[in-house]
Structures are given as C-alpha cells and as structure tokens.
C-alpha cells in the first residue's frame, strides 16, 4: 500500500512538471515542429547560398549543361527551397510551399 502511495504522488509530481512544461512552451512548439520539419530544406537552401559557385560548378560539370542552365538549376533550388520554409515557418500559404519543397524535391 506504501509503494503504491509513492507511486502515486510521484505520478501526479511528474503530471504536474509536464503541464508546467507545457504551458510555458506551447507557443514555440508548433514554431519549433515546422522548424524540425524544414531543416533539411532550409539547411540545404543556406548551403547554396553559401556555396553559390562550386554548386554551379559541380551542375556544369556533372550535367555539362553549361553555366546558364547550372546557375538556373542552382537559382531554382535555392529560391525554391529557402522560399518555402520561409512560407512554412510564417504559416503563409503552407501548401503552396510544401508543394514548392515536394517540386524541388523531384527536380533534385
């Protein structure tokens, strides 16, 4: 009966830690989950950004499509992908930009 008393007042200790959590954070989490969900995206937007020219250079040389059509791919990919985190994060036409991710996705 001891044991279970414990248990019991360590459940409702821990229920009541949860609900404080949850009360303080529960206006980032769903910021915080959209962000989980874009980070690829978005980590691969910035290193395009980042890396603009060897990007460019490795389409051309990959392809051999030329440096128009590698900086058009590369162009794409970054406004694509950094547009539409940027769409999901603010809540703005969100299935628009998850279907300018799911293009960028096949165009990869």
């Known amino acids: 009966m001891g044991t279970n008393l414990v248990r019991n007042e360590l459940l409702s200790k821990a ?4 609900d404080e ?4 954070t529960r206006i980032i989490l769903p910021t915080m989950a959209r962000l989980c969900l874009i980070s690829t995206f978005l980590e691969d937007g910035i290193r ?3 890396q603009w020219s060897e990007q ?4 051309d040389m ?3 499509c030329g440096k128009f059509l590698a900086t058009m791919f590369v162009l794409v990919n970054l406004i694509g992908q950094l547009g539409g985190c940027v769409m999901v994060l603010i ?3 969100v299935t628009v930009a998850c279907g300018i991710l799911f293009f960028i996705v ?3």
């Open 56 to 59: 460019r250079e490795y389409m």
């Open 48 to 50: 395009m950004w980042v």
């Open 91 to 93: 809540q703005k036409k």
């Open 21 to 24: 959590v949850y009360k303080r």
């Open 15 to 18: 229920e009541d830690i949860a």
């Open 62 to 64: 990959s392809w051999g």
């Open 106 to 108: 096949v165009l990869q």
